[in-house]
């Protein structure tokens, strides 16, 4: 079986910084992203996890630990515009298999 | 980088007609397209993987007969929701892999939203 779970809900202060969690069980694991998604949209790619560690790119970073099944998301200096959905997705076998997405968590900015 | 182009962007239907969507690879081959469906709120769940050539793989509890896809070339697969009824209301959303390292390998189509009235 397989398992992602993350917050349903958040809400952060302009300026401030968040971090949105993933957990996850799934029968294989060759990866973890975690994607952007305004309503209505196309997710867009934020980053991708493989190994153990914390990848920074800009204002977001994105933490795996393999060993806990444990991900997280850090967006800092947070703008009105990361307003959004932040989804967690597993690969779980290499070669041509569709992501997996958790239920997403929906980020609130406000002032 | 690499691109999907879907069509549709929205569609509205009268209950009991078909719809077709289309996604289209522009500048890769897509041997095999994964589509997915999103209610409101809720994140995307995998309905069925499309592969150029042979018979498309259906996810647990969707109805294929319903949700026909074709991927007859490398760089189109089509769905085709038949018989609609208003709680296929909707927005499917196709991905496929696509070798470049921009996206770590997987681009998404813009989504369409159906409404069946």
């Known amino acids: 079986g397989q398992n992602i779970d993350q917050p349903t809900e958040m809400t952060a202060t302009e300026g401030a910084i968040v971090q949105i969690n993933c957990t996850y069980q799934?029968?294989?694991?060759?990866?973890l992203f975690w994607y952007q998604q305004h309503a209505g949209e196309a997710p867009t790619f934020l980053s991708y996890?493989?190994?153990?560690g914390l990848e920074e790119k800009g204002r977001f970073s994105s933490f795996l630990s393999r060993s806990k099944g444990y991900s997280y998301l850090l967006l800092k200096e947070l703008q009105m515009k990361d307003s959004a959905s932040y989804l967690c997705a597993v690969i779980k076998n290499s070669g041509n298999t569709p992501l997996v997405f958790g239920k997403g968590t929906r980020l609130s900015v406000i002032a | 980088g690499a691109v999907v182009s879907q069509h549709p962007s929205r569609v509205i239907c009268k209950s009991g007609t078909s719809v077709k969507i289309e996604c289209r690879s522009l500048?890769?081959?897509?041997?095999?397209m994964f589509w997915y469906r999103q209610f409101p709120k809720q994140s995307l769940m995998l309905m069925a993987t499309s592969n150029e050539g042979s018979k498309a793989t259906y996810e647990q509890g969707v109805e294929k007969d319903k949700f026909l896809i074709n991927h007859a070339s490398l760089t189109l697969s089509t769905l085709t929701v038949t018989s609609a009824h208003p709680e296929d209301s909707s927005f499917y959303i196709c991905?496929?892999?696509?070798?470049?390292?921009?996206?770590?390998?997987?681009?998404f189509g813009s989504g369409t939203r159906l409404t069946v009235v």
């Open positions: 991905s496929a892999r696509d070798g470049f390292e921009g996206g770590a390998g997987y681009t």
């Open positions: 500048d890769f081959q897509a041997t095999t």
């Open positions: 799934t029968s294989g694991f060759n990866g």
């Open positions: 996890n493989v190994l153990d």
